[in-house]
């Protein structure tokens, strides 16, 4: 084994690492936002593209490409969908979104193929061996202690009205008494920390072969830290994984439902309850769409409050689609509208390229119907077979957390998710070398 890390592998380590902390983002237009950890990684992609070019071969694992198949599958698939959208779309070519529609159809491919070759892919290309996963684990750990010291630092100067760290340094704005560390905006903050479940079960993974729940005491400050967030986006994923959950011990457990889900389901309920009864702007938000709902469907253009329209970009395309519905045009809510259309349709309220927050919206709109059933069949499939490594007792317990993830993703969109599953693509190709190769995993 080498005793040292490769020092791009470092690189990549640290680009990946920072990418969800997104204090040091810098919002471009058009939907492009970036932040430190994109430099690394351009750093990375050229010294990659470099080193294929001069070896004319990349070497990877092929065991886990395959358990990526159906998520492959998915993105040709969507690619496909987004280019046929774009070349038959009349009403945009006509329109002034014409410009931002062709712009940013092809940057959303990019986008897309780009971050699984990098987050996944290259996650299995730099994670050989022992040492790159301890180095790797330590700076993920450290970054997650930071952001949760931080921000409980900030939570507190700012109840005494001491504002010390904005949701991004670029535009100095601050979120109030509300956790969110350097995360960014509060929900970033929401979902990082429901992601910090899974992460801790693919260390348990690499570790034992085995899964564990963290101990009590970190569970704890994780709810606590959740609950302060007051995040309208960790209600809406709190909703998701209780459904999922019922769903998945309904199916698979039939009589006996999974302790641990039972524990699970009463904390979110508790948090879900106490967010809703004891947010002021959760109880604002909730009571504005309500007093407004009957003109927006009859009029969905003319959204008429700043607390509407402030969230209105995850509600305008499900409005748009169930009126395409209304009139019999099925074809695209089945089959999606293609990347980054919510983004482009959402342009017509904004003025400029507006993605929705929430990623289920996105799923729904962009990938339709067929696609998002593609995207939760891909994710469960690469999971399960993933999932092999580890004793068979405690799959159960893995796919649980790992609904928490998706239901967090679901909720607002993080490149924390594909962070994570590259990383247990890697811990899971990482035992299959040694189980072939007949070493003591332990080593």
Not at 76 to 92: C, E, K, M, Q, V
Not at 262 to 273: E, P, Q, R
Request: net charge positive; charged share 10%; proline share 2%.
């Amino acid at each position: 084994m080498n005793s040292s890390v490769n020092p791009l592998a470092v690189i990549w380590m640290i680009s990946v690492s920072l990418e969800p902390f997104l204090l040091f983002s810098v919002n471009w237009g058009m939907g492009i936002t970036t932040n430190i950890s994109r430099l690394f990684q351009l750093v990375v992609f050229i010294i990659v593209s470099l080193n294929f070019l001069h070896k004319s071969k990349f070497v990877f694992s092929s065991f886990c490409v395959r358990n990526f198949l159906p998520y492959i599958y998915l993105m040709s698939y969507i690619s496909i969908i987004t280019l046929i959208s774009y070349a038959f779309n009349n009403d945009f070519h006509e329109s002034s979104m014409g410009d931002i529609f062709f712009n940013r159809t092809f940057l959303e491919i990019i986008i897309l193929w780009g971050q699984f070759f990098y987050f996944c892919i290259l996650a299995i290309y730099f994670l050989k061996n022992k040492l790159d996963f301890q180095y790797f684990f330590y700076i993920l750990f450290f970054l997650f202690i930071i952001n949760f010291l931080i921000g409980w630092v900030d939570y507190f100067l700012s109840s005494v009205e001491i504002y010390w760290v904005p949701r991004h340094f670029s535009d100095g704005v601050f979120v109030g008494n509300r956790f969110h560390g350097i995360a960014g905006e509060p929900r970033d903050a929401a979902v990082i920390m429901l992601c910090v479940f899974f992460l801790y079960a693919i260390w348990s993974a690499y570790i034992r072969r085995n899964f564990s729940y963290p101990q009590k005491w970190i569970i704890f400050l994780l709810l606590i830290s959740l609950y302060v967030t007051f995040s309208a986006s960790l209600m809406i994923a709190i909703l998701i994984s209780a459904v999922l959950i019922f769903i998945y011990n309904f199916i698979f457990s039939f009589r006996r439902m999974n302790r641990y889900s039972i524990g699970i389901l009463i904390l979110f309920a508790i948090i879900l309850i106490s967010t809703f009864m004891f947010s002021e702007r959760v109880y604002d938000y909730y009571f504005e769409y309500k007093n407004q709902l009957s003109s927006l469907i009859s009029n969905s253009m003319q959204p008429n409050s700043y607390l509407v329209k402030a969230s209105y970009n995850n509600f305008y395309p499900l409005l748009s689609s169930l009126n395409e519905i209304s009139q019999l045009n099925i074809v695209p809510s089945l089959f999606g509208h293609g990347l980054g259309a919510s983004g482009v349709l959402n342009s017509q309220i904004y003025g400029e390229f507006y993605n929705p927050n929430a990623q289920v919206i996105r799923l729904i709109y962009d990938y339709g119907l067929l696609g998002t059933i593609w995207f939760v069949y891909s994710y469960f499939y690469f999971l399960i077979r993933s999932g092999r490594i580890i004793d068979s007792s405690t799959l159960s317990n893995l796919i649980v957390v790992s609904i928490i993830m998706l239901s967090a993703y679901m909720a607002h969109r993080t490149n924390i998710f594909l962070i994570l599953l590259g990383l247990m693509a890697a811990v899971s190709n990482y035992h299959n070398l040694k189980q072939t190769k007949g070493l003591d995993v332990a080593k």
